[in-house]
């Protein structure tokens, strides 16, 4: 069963999914932060580049499995299937979200 995910995920995850970065990208602050397999990207520019290389690299798709709400901080489980040794994974997915935006992203 897919968890209910607050708006800017369920629409970054849909947006991820169907390959539409730049509506992905729109879910972010300006100023938000992405960390991923041990780089940072900052601001839109960044995180397009970064979500088109992504997508390039391992033709990802992710499912949110579960969803824990810290106040402040929301951690989505997502099992990840894609080009990559391994797959599919379990992922943790840990965004910071403030005015309906993310602020930043880690995954784990």
């Not at 602050?29 to 397009?48: C, K, N, T, W």
């Not at 402040?72 to 990840?80: N, Y």
């Not at 379990?90 to 930043?104: M, N």
Request: net charge negative; charged share 30%.
């Amino acid at each position: 069963m897919t968890p209910h995910l607050p708006a800017p995920l369920a629409d970054y995850f849909a947006a991820v999914n169907d390959e539409r970065h730049e509506d992905a990208v729109a879910c972010f602050r300006p100023d938000a932060i992405v960390q991923d397999e041990g780089s940072e990207h900052r601001g839109h520019d960044e995180i397009l580049a970064w979500l088109d290389e992504t997508c390039r690299k391992y033709s990802s798709r992710s499912e949110p499995r579960g969803i824990v709400d810290l106040g402040g901080k929301v951690i989505v489980t997502a099992e990840v299937r894609g080009n990559f040794p391994g797959s599919p994974v379990e992922l943790d997915f840990s965004f910071g979200i403030s005015r309906e935006k993310i602020t930043s992203l880690s995954i784990e």
